[in-house]
């Protein structure tokens, strides 16, 4: 492992001026329990969204494939009191058991084949440490990310850097590798309340991703890259956040209105039937109620005033 390499030059010293700026932003939020839960939710599943995306699965918001959903119980687990105080080679398997749970029988299990990056013309460009060492590899890798004195910042990035040359698993490796950064950031206050999902900007450069992770020893452009992508997602999901007091009222709904005004926005023109079908363990009074707040607070309308009525989200 001391073969990784990594300079802590002008524009690494900058971004971590500004990192510390935002967490104090994200620290001094003042969000109501509801509210934080609804916005934790939503950036969480973009968290995932993103990052299955980043691998190739095509995926959106609206309807999250299987991928996604898994990889969301992995972004919770790292962000509750379930998880441990410090990597552990227990917790990378179980991150990797429950981000491909029923999706791979190898959920969880070290790869047993060899692994690489092969060019149009079948060359190997690089490949990855023999399966048969991976158990002694990572050990050692659990035992240098644990070390190192750096920021918080740059050991979140160096260890997703390593775990993606030693590549551990058969699949599933650039997930459990961001969920593991994710969770470094998150132990040291770093993880902004689970508000800010730095994988969207990943997706949006992916490119530029790929190619910070092309070296294989030094790490120094690769924490630029990480470093820059919470720094920039961090702010813009800050600016979301510190909204108009109409987004406000959003962010306070219950999980049940929420969730209506949701199925409206998808579904423009529903009527009261088509909702009550989601909702079959809701009494429909309860529903009635519900859809009467939404419309209260001007978040959707009625259109026509007979049964036939419809509803539509205002934009």
Same mark, same amino acid.
């Given at each position: 492992?001391?073969?990784?390499?990594?300079?802590?030059?002008?524009?690494?010293?900058?971004?971590?001026?500004?990192?510390?700026?935002?967490?104090?932003?994200?620290?001094?939020?003042?969000?109501?329990?509801?509210?934080?839960?609804?916005?934790?939710?939503?950036?969480?599943?973009?968290?995932?969204?993103?990052?299955?995306?980043?691998?190739?699965?095509? @995926?959106?918001?609206?309807?999250?494939?299987?991928?996604?959903?898994?990889?969301?119980?992995?972004?919770?687990?790292?962000?509750?009191?379930?998880?441990?105080?410090?990597?552990?080679?227990?917790?990378?398997?179980?991150?990797?058991?429950?981000?491909?749970?029923?999706?791979?029988?190898?959920?969880?299990?070290?790869?047993?084949?060899?692994?690489?990056?092969?060019?149009?013309?079948?060359?190997?460009?690089?490949?990855?440490?023999?399966?048969?060492?991976?158990?002694?590899?990572?050990?050692?890798?659990?035992?240098?990310?644990?070390?190192?004195?750096?920021?918080?910042?740059?050991?979140?990035?160096?260890?997703?850097? !390593?775990?993606?040359?030693?590549?551990?698993?058969?699949?599933?490796?650039?997930?459990?590798?961001?969920?593991?950064?994710?969770?470094?950031?998150?132990?040291?206050?770093?993880?902004?309340?689970?508000?800010?999902?730095?994988?969207?900007?990943?997706?949006?450069?992916?490119?530029?991703?790929?190619?910070?992770?092309?070296?294989?020893?030094?790490?120094?452009?690769?924490?630029?890259?990480?470093?820059?992508?919470?720094?920039?997602?961090?702010?813009?999901?800050?600016?979301? !956040?510190?909204?108009?007091?109409?987004?406000?009222?959003?962010?306070?709904?219950?999980?049940?209105?929420?969730?209506?005004?949701?199925?409206?926005? &998808?579904?423009?023109?529903?009527?009261? &039937?088509?909702?009550?079908?989601?909702?079959?363990?809701?009494?429909?009074?309860?529903?009635?109620? @519900?859809?009467?707040?939404?419309?209260?607070?001007?978040?959707?309308?009625?259109?026509?005033?007979?049964?036939?009525?419809?509803?539509?989200?205002?934009?």
């Amino acid at each position: 492992m001391k073969d990784y390499k990594w300079e802590i030059n002008d524009r690494i010293r900058q971004l971590l001026i500004e990192l510390e700026a935002v967490k104090i932003s994200f620290e001094a939020l003042n969000l109501s329990p509801q509210a934080e839960e609804n916005l934790r939710k939503t950036a969480l599943m973009k968290s995932a969204v993103f990052s299955v995306r980043i691998e190739g699965y095509p @995926d959106t918001l609206n309807s999250p494939k299987a991928e996604s959903q898994k990889l969301v119980r992995a972004y919770r687990l790292v962000h509750s009191r379930n998880a441990p105080q410090k990597l552990t080679l227990a917790f990378i398997k179980e991150l990797h058991r429950v981000t491909l749970d029923k999706l791979s029988y190898n959920a969880g299990k070290w790869r047993r084949d060899e692994w690489g990056i092969f060019n149009e013309a079948g060359v190997a460009v690089y490949k990855a440490p023999a399966h048969f060492n991976i158990p002694e590899l990572m050990s050692r890798y659990v035992s240098f990310v644990n070390k190192i004195s750096d920021h918080l910042g740059i050991k979140a990035a160096v260890a997703q850097f !390593i775990f993606e040359k030693i590549h551990p698993f058969a699949d599933g490796n650039g997930r459990v590798g961001r969920v593991i950064s994710a969770f470094i950031l998150a132990k040291a206050g770093y993880g902004f309340r689970g508000l800010a999902p730095f994988e969207e900007y990943i997706d949006k450069h992916r490119l530029d991703y790929y190619e910070a992770l092309e070296p294989s020893h030094k790490v120094t452009g690769f924490v630029e890259y990480f470093l820059e992508a919470i720094v920039i997602q961090s702010k813009e999901a800050l600016s979301t !956040i510190l909204v108009p007091q109409a987004q406000s009222t959003e962010n306070d709904l219950p999980p049940r209105q929420r969730e209506l005004l949701e199925i409206i926005r &998808d579904h423009p023109y529903c009527s009261f &039937d088509s909702l009550q079908r989601r909702f079959i363990s809701i009494k429909p009074s309860t529903l009635r109620y @519900d859809v009467t707040q939404l419309t209260d607070e001007g978040l959707i309308k009625k259109i026509r005033k007979t049964r036939g009525a419809m509803y539509l989200a205002n934009s």
